[in-house]
């Protein structure tokens, strides 16, 4: 039997999320997965490297490869080491000396971090990098950034400034858009039209399912849309299309209904045509708006219980994989 060819669009935690999910049904439903990361990120340790070194930020990157990383103990082992941390070092340390006088360069950086630009500066080209990271994590994935080239995103957001809510403004960066306390009301990257991952285009046309979210709506999941020929790869691609909705609004998109998260797929790529919306019941509360909204993608609303259980709004892989299984195994 030909393996199903699944491809998942995001970036950060909700990325991640999907992909354990599918690596859980994976085996059962011999899925080929790949990922494609937004590459936007200028926060924390990717916008120190990304302002320091230049070149794509990795932390997206990374979380997607740690997710795809292998189950042998030795895979299972590097995955932790991309994923350590390294703290500051304690003022009392025997090494305190020799740093007292310098900041602490590598306090909050993640190893995985690390290696990611080291590998994009030896081998010159980061869709080469990944490939080599993956290999050394065991990964049963690919990894691929949407664009060789980072992104700002910049949104138009009204009350961004408490003292004046119903002033709009423009908020520029990845970070600063997430952690808006105003609504969002227009989303753009810049440059407005960065040359999109040739190796995503070949895996969206070869794809039998899209898979976007759960993420961060404004600054993980939409911004694929928001390449022009990511988008046109996607509306023109023979894949089926699965929309994963989040548990809970974030700070940016604080406001926005359940239904309205569909309805901002619509607005930034009109031509999207969508199969399936998946959702938590929970979430969802009443389902008839929200059945609304996916009817108006072409989609059909299928509600499972997919999120952890300690009442957080965290989708639990096994769950979401479990409730994948009857979507991405049905014919057509």
Not at 158 to 171: F, N
């Amino acid at each position: 039997m030909t393996a199903r060819r699944v491809v998942a669009f995001g970036g950060g935690h909700g990325l991640s999320a999907s992909l354990r999910a599918l690596r859980h049904c994976a085996p059962e439903l011999d899925l080929d997965i790949t990922a494609v990361v937004t590459v936007g990120d200028d926060g924390g340790s990717s916008g120190r490297l990304r302002a320091e070194r230049g070149g794509l930020p990795p932390g997206d990157l990374r979380q997607a490869l740690v997710a795809l990383a292998g189950d042998h103990p030795a895979t299972r082992r590097s995955a932790g080491l991309f994923q350590h941390r390294f703290a500051t070092v304690p003022a009392d340390a025997a090494c305190a000396d020799t740093v007292a006088d310098s900041a602490d360069g590598l306090a909050g950086h993640a190893v995985g971090n690390l290696v990611l630009c080291g590998l994009m500066e030896l081998l010159g080209d980061p869709v080469a990098a990944l490939e080599h990271a993956g290999a050394m994590l065991g990964a049963v994935g690919r990894v691929l950034p949407m664009s060789r080239q980072p992104v700002d995103i910049e949104a138009r957001v009204r009350g961004a400034d408490p003292a004046a809510p119903d002033e709009v403004r423009t908020v520029r960066g990845q970070h600063q858009v997430a952690v808006t306390t105003g609504r969002v009301e227009s989303l753009r990257l810049t440059p407005a039209a960065p040359p999109a991952c040739a190796e995503a285009l070949a895996a969206i046309r070869a794809a039998d399912w899209l898979i976007f979210g759960p993420g961060s709506w404004y600054t993980s999941v939409l911004p694929h849309l928001l390449v022009p020929q990511l988008a046109d790869a996607i509306v023109s691609s023979s894949a089926r299309r699965l929309v994963t909705l989040n548990l809970a609004a974030e700070k940016e998109t604080l406001g926005l209904s359940v239904a309205d998260h569909l309805a901002a797929l619509r607005w930034y790529l009109p031509e999207l045509k969508v199969d399936l919306v998946l959702a938590d019941a929970k979430a969802v509360g009443d389902p008839e708006p929200v059945e609304r909204a996916a009817e108006s993608l072409g989609a059909r609303l299928v509600l499972a219980p997919v999120a952890v259980t300690d009442g957080t709004p965290r989708h639990d892989p096994a769950v979401l994989g479990a409730a994948l299984v009857p979507v991405l195994g049905s014919d057509r």
